[in-house]
């Protein structure tokens, strides 16, 4: 999967917009960088983003669904 977006002020995390995906970066030097993710570019009707609990089981997942990001648990 390769995703692409667009760098965003760090003032975006303030208040992040509804169905919108920032990746927050930081570099060796400690820069932070937000990057918003074009949601054209998240593959549709499955998962993206896998999330596992501290005790690395399976916790749940996010999928682009008509657009809109939708939490599963279980992943489909």
Do not use: H
């Amino acid at each position: 999967m390769k995703l692409t977006g667009v760098e965003v002020s760090v003032d975006t995390l303030k208040k992040v917009q509804p169905n919108t995906l920032l990746v927050v970066f930081s570099d060796k030097a400690g820069a932070i960088k937000v990057v918003q993710v074009d949601n054209d570019s998240i593959p549709k009707g499955e998962a993206f983003v896998r999330v596992n609990t501290s005790d690395s089981g399976q916790g749940g997942c996010w999928v682009c669904v008509n657009g809109c990001f939708e939490w599963y648990d279980p992943c489909p």
